[in-house]
T-cell receptor, first 113, second 110 residues
Framework: EPEVTQTPSHQVTQMGQEVILRCVPI?????FYWYRQILGQKVEFLVS????????KSEIFDDQFSVERPDGSNFTLKIRSTKLEDSAMYFC???????????FGNGTRLTVT | DQQVKQNSPSLSVQEGRISILNCDYT??????FLWYKKYPAEGPTFLIS?????DKNEDGRFTVFLNKSAKHLSLHIVPSQPGDSAVYFC?????????FGTGTSLTVIP
């Protein structure tokens, strides 16, 4: 069964550094998402992406965050200058033309020290 | 924002019995309701969904019930199996956003 793949599985970075989290969504999917889950908290929406542009974003997704679909397969989340509170599991998700359901990757654990 | 609430952080059930997981939501404009299952170190896995025009959807051992007047969603698993032990999240859709509950950790005791 097709799946969403995310790399790396774990990223450790120092505060203030830039990180890029990578995702390969399911190939025929059209909607792409980033979510995050801080340890012990709920899964939070960051951003949705459709037709090569951001369709919705949350308050968390400030100017430090950006997303890109540089080619036909990859979908990336960049955090320009990481903060300690960015430490979380980051999940990429995608869906087909119906929009439902979301299919999630296994996540990237980001640790900011 | 507390768009979706799962008030029970944990639930224990004997193998073979029914597991009932509950979820409450606040906004009557949500159009899709979903349940996900999550194991440690993995992403959420889609289980079952229901649109706002229905009140029940069944898939094997899993049944989702939607009570729109009460803004309440539930997932029934019967019979429960030890492999069902995981964290279960409900999710609701509004536009291009999905809101997740905080999860209920289900333990099925053999």
């Amino acid at each position: 069964e097709p799946e969403v793949t995310q790399t790396p599985s774990h990223q450790v970075t120092q505060m203030g550094q830039e990180v890029i989290l990578r995702c390969v969504p399911i190939s025929n999917h059209l909607y792409f998402y980033w979510y995050r889950q801080i340890l012990g908290q709920k899964v939070e929406f960051l951003v949705s992406f459709y037709n090569n542009e951001i369709s919705e974003k949350s308050e968390i997704f400030d100017d430090q965050f950006s997303v890109e679909r540089p080619d036909g397969s990859n979908f990336t989340l960049k955090i320009r200058s990481t903060k300690l509170e960015d430490s979380a599991m980051y999940f990429c998700a995608s869906s087909d033309w119906t929009g439902v359901p979301l299919h999630f990757g296994n996540g990237t654990r980001l640790t900011v020290t | 924002d507390q768009q979706v609430k799962q008030n029970s952080p944990s639930l224990s059930v004997q193998e073979g019995r029914i597991s009932i997981l509950n979820c409450d939501y606040t906004n009557s404009m949500f159009d899709y309701f979903l349940w996900y299952k999550k194991y440690p170190a993995e992403g959420p896995t889609f289980l079952i969904s229901i649109s706002s025009i229905k009140d029940k959807n069944e898939d094997g051992r899993f049944t989702v019930f939607l009570n729109k007047s009460a803004k309440h969603l539930s997932l029934h698993i019967v019979p429960s199996q030890p492999g069902d032990s995981a964290v279960y999240f409900c999710a609701v859709r509004s536009g291009n956003q999905f809101y997740f509950g905080t999860g209920t950790s289900l333990t099925v005791i053999p």
